[in-house]
């Protein structure tokens, strides 16, 4: 077994990119992968792949894919420690100017790392940077299209979807090594989401190439696929902290009361919406710490979900028109709106 820190192979001492692949179990899929990366337009790269305690072959055919290419390392966990774990491990021994991650199923379009290149030497204070992608596999094909613009994607972390896909990811080396931005070990999911929440609370701006430069893989052994149990959980406290990073005057209470109409179930109380609303409403009205996001998405994003959230309590009798109409006259215009759209 390979500890993380013993290269197979020799690299280049200083590459223009380092990709990190993080692989658990990915003998199926990760020799397509691999062929990707070789076959991109840039040739200045060097490829690490953190095999994470597989218990499969991945090892082997990451070996076989990589052949006597040089610019290949392979690292080998004797156990699962997971992906963030496994892509610091890649990111800490990494030597290019920037670092790409790709999901062990998914494939690279052959000008990916070329064209994001391209992205960082247009604007020295981009820190990060993704792109669409096309999905096929066990899906109806298509183009997950993702948002655009720093302030646009800033605020959309919150909803986590369409933002800056892990599996797209490009960062600035210097960047990342100065403020010491790395995958929290612990998070089993969300931790890409994380990771760009930390790149934003130190500074740097976030933006999508606009093209489809990865190809991801829908399969059923897919984390995304198998693992929303844990998931969900991951993503719930991810924002708990963008709110605390956003609006540190909010206490945890109230923290714990905004983030409610994420959920898919919610408190089975008649007092509890309306303390939601009360929450919502001092975030409202509450001046945001300027990280760069667009404060009026994040407004939108949570005036949508306790609407829903609200039509939900309406459904189940546990809401009515005398309570919504008891704490509209003390809310922000913007949350007086979402209110009015309720019928009774």
């Keep these: 077994m390979l500890n993380p820190s013993t290269p197979e192979t020799a690299l280049s001492s200083s590459p223009l990119v380092t990709v990190v692949i993080p692989a658990f179990n990915a003998e199926s899929f990760i020799g397509e992968a691999i062929a990707s990366i070789r076959c991109q337009t840039i040739e200045d790269w060097q490829l690490i792949v953190v095999d994470d305690g597989s218990a499969d072959h991945t090892l082997s055919a990451a070996r076989e894919a990589a052949g006597d290419d040089s610019r290949i390392r392979l690292i080998r966990f004797d156990r699962n420690e997971g992906i963030s774990t496994a892509s610091n491990a890649g990111f800490d021994a990494a030597q290019g100017e920037f670092i790409a991650r790709v999901d062990s199923d998914d494939r690279l379009i052959p000008h990916r790392l070329a064209a994001q290149v391209a992205a960082f030497r247009e604007n020295d204070r981009l820190a990060a940077a993704g792109s669409h992608a096309s999905v096929f ?3 109806p094909a298509g183009i997950a299209y993702c948002a655009r613009g720093d302030a646009n994607i800033k605020a959309r972390l919150l909803d986590g979807v369409n933002t800056i896909s892990g599996g797209t990811l490009m960062v600035r080396r210097s960047f990342v090594r100065k403020h010491g931005i790395r995958f929290d070990d612990a998070a089993r999911s969300a ?28 399969h059923r052994g897919s984390f995304t696929s198998s693992r929303g149990d844990v998931a969900a959980p991951w ?33 089975n109380s008649s007092d509890e919406p309306l303390a939601i609303v009360s929450a919502i409403n001092r975030l ?27 039509g939900i309590y309406q459904d189940n009798k546990l809401l009515d ?24």
């Design 137 to 139: 596999g066990d899906a």
């Design 191 to 218: 931790e890409d989401l994380d990771y760009l929440a930390s790149v934003m609370a130190a500074g740097g701006q976030l933006e999508n190439v606009d093209e489809v430069l990865t190809e991801h893989r829908a």
């Design 235 to 267: 993503l719930q406290t991810m924002r708990r902290r963008l709110i605390a990073l956003w609006y540190p005057d909010l206490d945890p209470s109230a923290i714990e009361r905004v983030v409610i109409p994420f959920l898919n179930t919610y408190p």
């Design 284 to 310: 409202v009205i509450t001046q945001a710490v300027d990280l760069g996001q667009d404060v009026s998405i994040v407004h939108g994003i949570l005036l949508d979900r306790m609407r829903k959230m609200l």
């Design 321 to 344: 028109a005398t309570q919504i109409q008891s704490i509209r006259h003390f809310v922000a215009p913007a949350t007086r709106d979402a209110l009015d759209q309720l019928t009774f």
